[in-house]
């Protein structure tokens, strides 16, 4: 999985940079179609935000957003809203209707 890191307005510490990197590759663990994530760090006045998008393959991309004082609290924002709608997406693909695998074996 590619981590694409992009800042505007603002220079990224290094730290910074790497904990995006090391939180967001864990994201594949909840779906292994991820392919790419995209991170915009943004400054502004009194705030900084952080935009995560989730590049699944044969699927719609997933954006979250997160705001904070410093770019570690809107970042774990980021990571909570992607690993959620991951959830989502991954409930939303199974086969409710299939039988058990464990009934199906017990049958055979």
Excluded: C
């Excluded at 940079?17 to 909840?30: C, F, H, M, P, V």
């Amino acid at each position: 999985m590619e981590v694409r890191i992009t800042s505007r307005h603002t220079s990224l510490p290094e730290a910074v940079r790497a904990r995006t990197e090391e939180l967001l590759s864990k994201l594949t663990k909840y779906d292994a179609r991820v392919s790419v994530v995209e991170v915009v760090f943004h400054e502004e006045k009194n705030s900084k935000k952080i935009e995560g998008i989730l590049h699944v393959d044969r699927s719609d991309p997933i954006v979250a957003t997160g705001e904070g004082d410093d770019f570690s609290e809107a970042l774990s924002q980021v990571n909570d809203r992607l690993v959620r709608q991951l959830r989502k997406l991954h409930e939303q693909t199974k086969d409710h209707r299939a039988p058990p695998l464990t009934e199906t074996l017990s049958q055979e």
